[in-house]
């Protein structure tokens, strides 16, 4: 309610205000082509998957992310490597790749080299020509028996978790934030290590020289005395 003794508003209800609603009518009608157009592409690149290529899993970025797992653009060369896939020939056999993808997990490489081999032993490859097949192509048998994915090539992670046990002595003494500082503390004096190491070698190979050069000059000594 409008408090104290001012003038009424003046509400202007007579726009055409059927000019700004946007409506939303061919909801249905969109749905429906769309999933005629999912259809039509499906029998277009069969027997290929509907989902495309294949994809690898990696982590997210940053520390907020990186527990999250998804697919990522390609294969890295070091996992086609492993798996003795070339990169020329994993785009003809539906296998993404990503030549600027870096391996920096041990595990992460090692799932995805997985990943690959377990594709290789599902994959089914259709002769170019099929009166001409070429050594390593399926046989018509096998090429009648082909069922299209329409799912992505599936994953499984099995999450290693450590067992209950007795806490020792030795933890519940110890500091973990002291540890972490003198781990630092050793990080940042590493050149100072490596400078003096270079130092002593440097001073133990002068020493070395200076005393093999004194043996010469007395022997040319002795031979100056003789010769007078």
């Keep these: 309610m409008v408090k104290h003794n001012n003038m009424l508003v003046n509400n202007h209800f007579k726009k055409a205000w059927q000019i700004h609603v946007k409506t939303w009518f ?4 969109k749905r429906a082509k769309r999933r005629l157009n999912r259809q039509k592409k499906a029998s277009f690149i069969f027997p290929r998957p509907v989902s495309g290529p294949l994809r690898p899993l990696v982590h997210g970025q940053t520390l907020r992310y990186q527990s999250k797992l998804k697919f990522g653009r390609g294969f890295s060369l070091d996992e086609l490597k492993l798996a003795k896939i070339s990169p020329r020939d994993a785009r003809t056999i539906g296998i993404s790749v990503d030549f600027r993808r870096r391996n920096r997990s041990l595990e992460t490489q090692t799932a995805n080299v997985q990943r690959l081999a377990l594709y290789k032993s599902k994959l089914v490859l259709f002769p170019r020509k099929a009166k001409k097949p070429k050594k390593g192509d399926a046989t ?15 994953y499984h992670i099995v999450r290693s978790k450590d067992k209950a046990r007795v806490i020792t002595e030795k933890e519940k003494t110890d500091s973990a934030f002291m ?8 990080a940042s004096r590493v050149g100072d290590k490596i400078r003096k ?27 100056g005395k003789k010769k007078k």
């Design 140 to 154: 018509k048998s096998e090429r009648n028996a082909v069922v299209q994915q329409t799912k992505p090539f599936p």
């Design 26 to 29: 061919n909801q249905p009608a």
């Design 179 to 186: 540890t972490l500082r003198k781990a630092r503390l050793e």
């Design 197 to 223: 190491e270079r130092k002593a070698a440097a001073g133990a190979s002068a020493a070395a020289s200076k005393k093999e050069a004194e043996p010469k000059e007395e022997k040319a000594d002795k031979g």
